[in-house]
């Protein structure tokens, strides 16, 4: 797919001087530029909502507790 877009005097050069470095097509360097972008953009948004699912309180069953704490042994550290 072709796409136009506009950007700043110094990106274009130092793309196209990365392009160069790698010895790739300049639309080759800028895909997998935005390929790297996206992939890391959705990590970050898997990352914010774990932690809105942590951050929620947790309120366990008094019996569920006293469960678990029966399971612990002493131990000594």
Do not use: C, G
């Amino acid at each position: 797919m072709k796409v136009a877009v506009s950007i700043p005097d110094d990106v274009f050069r130092d793309a196209d001087a990365a392009a160069r470095r790698r010895k790739w097509p300049r639309s080759r360097l800028y895909a997998e530029a935005l390929k790297a972008y996206v992939t890391a953009e959705e990590k970050d948004q898997v990352t914010l909502r774990l932690n809105a699912v942590h951050d929620r309180p947790v309120e366990v069953d008094a019996d569920l507790r006293r469960a678990q704490y029966a399971t612990l042994t002493d131990e000594s550290w």
